[in-house]
């Protein structure tokens, strides 16, 4: 079975600090892929990013950076220099082959940030 | 490239009444999923298909849920008898055989159950 942990529940910064959310994955399969998505108070979730098991290279997108360790079954995501518009709620996810791709969610972690 | 939508955004209804949700996935997206998300809750995996052919359903939808696909493009599902336990948001997800591990998401038909 699949598992995604994500322990903060709530995170509030102050507009241009950082914030991390942390996510922690179990799966025994060896292929596997891990996402991001963003969940604006509209409701819609917006993909961010996927990885696969196979790539463990850390990515930067804007102001989004993903980190991957998979000695610590952790997928980490950092916002640099928050914005208001960052506010919204952050969901990591997994997807495993023997499960044919159906994405196991983690709770959430609710971002607050305020001007 | 349009995205997933989803109507109606809004359900609000009585207990015991039947509703239907409807899914239009991105165009030539073959697979289709449905999820659950209870508040302050992650998405939970409902039922999914691959063009007309429903390929699972989870042990979270009773004999009260049912979905379709009659012709591969759109989806339809709908609750029998709601009770309140199904207030939630039902989101529709597509995604491409060929790349069938990245789900898009619509943007979720929010059901309230009086």
């Known amino acids: 079975a699949q598992k995604v942990t994500q322990a903060q529940t709530e995170i509030s910064v102050v507009e241009k600090e950082d914030v991390t959310l942390d996510c922690v994955y179990e799966?025994?399969?060896?292929?596997?892929?891990l996402f991001w998505y963003k969940q604006p108070p509209s409701g819609e979730l917006v993909f961010l990013i996927r990885?696969?098991?196979?790539?463990?290279q850390n990515e930067i997108s804007g102001r989004y950076s993903w980190n991957f360790q998979k000695s610590t079954s952790s997928f980490n995501f950092t916002i640099t220099a928050s914005q208001v518009v960052d506010s919204a709620v952050y969901f990591c996810?997994?997807?495993?082959?023997?499960?044919?791709?159906?994405?196991?969610f983690g709770a959430g972690t609710t971002v607050t940030v305020r001007a | 490239d349009t995205g997933v939508s989803q109507d109606p955004r809004h359900k609000i209804t009585k207990r015991g009444q039947n509703v239907t949700f409807r899914c239009d996935p991105i165009?030539?997206?073959?697979?289709l999923y449905w999820y659950r998300q209870t508040l302050g809750q992650g998405p939970e995996f409902l039922t999914y298909?691959?063009?007309?052919?429903?390929?699972?359903k989870s042990r979270l939808l009773s004999d009260r849920f049912s979905a379709e696909r009659p012709k591969g493009s759109f989806s339809t599902l709908e609750i029998q008898r709601t009770e309140q336990g199904d207030s939630a948001m039902y989101l529709c997800?597509?995604?491409?055989?060929?790349?069938?591990?990245?789900?898009?998401f619509g943007p979720g038909t929010r059901l309230l159950v009086l």
């Open positions: 990885r696969n098991s196979f790539d463990e």
């Open positions: 997800a597509s995604s491409l055989v060929v790349e069938v591990e990245t789900q898009y």
């Open positions: 165009s030539e997206h073959n697979r």
């Open positions: 996810a997994l997807s495993v082959s023997s499960n044919d791709y159906k994405l196991s």
């Open positions: 298909f691959q063009n007309e052919a429903q390929l699972e």
């Open positions: 799966t025994r399969d060896t292929t596997y892929y």
